[in-house]
């Protein structure tokens, strides 16, 4: 579980509310169903106008990156092409096959089976970067998904607010509904600055950071199984693919 994000998320909400209450404010004069309504449908709206659907349903599903950290430990596949490599020395490619099944990695072991099967390095190589990159494509689609949604929200927000000052600017003759045009006006505005800032683009920044992260990993199982399929020695091996990681992950997994 990724904490920072549900801390972000509570931290930023409560540090607004918070100041509002303890200017005096309530939580009944932000509470707008009508503004709710025209942010957040107009602003999805506006989004499945964008994207296709097959874009739009990625983009929902990575959003779990947000709150799920990745459980692959990059040291740990460091460790595993290492002996791998080790094995590979002594018995022979083919003496892998066996590992293939334990795999839970779905791109390591499309690459392990690449390197059993006899592949040429060049050839493995070509065709996991193909991979990499259009894996990082189509998932970059989503965090693009969410930074036009924050880009929508705010200007239907102001969309909003102009409807609420119509609606007042009907009613002039009629002061006890002027109030509710009002509040319509300014919170949709607060609703729509507020999701973009708060959600919607932050949302989208750590999914492309989380996929920034996999990728490396990727990276770097493709150039242990390439090194690994032309015989490298593993000490130099290890040496090599410790350079992919950050200093806090250069330490044997648990």
Known sequence: MDLLSIIGI???LGAIVGGMLLEGGSLHSISQFTAAVIVIGGTLGAVFLTYPRKTV???IKNGRLIFMNSSVNPMSVVEDIV?????A???GLLALESRLKKMENPFFKKGLQLVVDGTEPRLTREILEIEMEYSEEYNNSSAKVYESAGGYAPTIG???AVLGLIHVMENLA???KLGAGIAVAFVATIYGVGSANLFWLP???KIRVKIREEMIVNELITEGLVALSEGENPRRLKEKLIGFL???DKKRPA
């Open 10 to 12: 509570a931290l930023g």
């Open 57 to 59: 349903i990625n983009a």
């Open 83 to 87: 002996r791998f490599s080790d094995i």
């Open 89 to 91: 020395r002594k018995e």
């Open 158 to 160: 102001i969309l909003g």
């Open 174 to 176: 009629e002061p006890e």
């Open 203 to 205: 949302v989208a920044g």
């Open 246 to 248: 950050r200093e806090s």
